[in-house]
Nanobody, 124 residues
C-alpha cells in the first residue's frame, strides 16, 4: 500500500514563492510517475506538474513558466518549486503517483494514488 506524505503548503503573498515536497513509501513497486494536481473550489482536478523516473516532465499551461518539478535521484521524493505565485494558484495541491496517465494530465481518483492534499493560498 503506497502512502504519500506531502509538505510545504501555506499562505503567501502574490509574487512570492513556495516549495512543496512529497515522499512515497510503503511499496516496493512505486509507480513510474509522480506529480502534483490541484483543485480550486468548484473546479476539477488539474495537472500542475509531473515527472517520470526517467526525468520526463510535463506542466500545466498556466504554470509552465513559473513552476519547476524535480525528483530526488533514486528516491521516491518529488519537489515542486512555485515562483511568482498568483491569486489564481490558490487551491488544494495533491501529490499523485501512477502510470503515464499522471504525466499527461489524466490521473484518476479511483485508480491512481493521491495524497491528502495541502492548501496553498495566495493572497495579500
Amino acid at each position: 500500500q503506497v502512502e504519500l506524505a506531502e509538505s510545504g503548503g501555506g499562505l503567501v503573498q502574490p509574487g512570492g514563492s513556495l516549495r512543496l515536497s512529497c515522499t512515497a513509501s510503503g511499496s516496493s513497486e512505486i509507480d513510474n510517475t509522480m506529480g502534483w494536481y490541484r483543485q480550486a473550489p468548484g473546479m476539477k482536478d488539474v495537472l500542475v506538474a509531473a515527472i517520470t523516473r526517467g526525468g520526463a516532465r510535463n506542466y500545466g499551461d498556466s504554470v509552465r513558466d513559473r513552476f519547476s518539478i524535480s525528483r530526488d535521484e533514486g528516491k521516491d521524493t518529488v519537489h515542486l518549486q512555485m515562483n511568482t505565485l498568483k491569486s489564481e494558484d490558490t487551491a488544494v495541491y495533491y501529490c499523485v503517483t501512477g502510470g503515464l496517465e499522471v504525466l499527461i494530465g489524466r490521473a484518476s481518483r479511483t485508480t491512481d494514488k493521491w495524497g491528502q492534499g495541502t492548501q496553498v493560498t495566495v493572497s495579500s
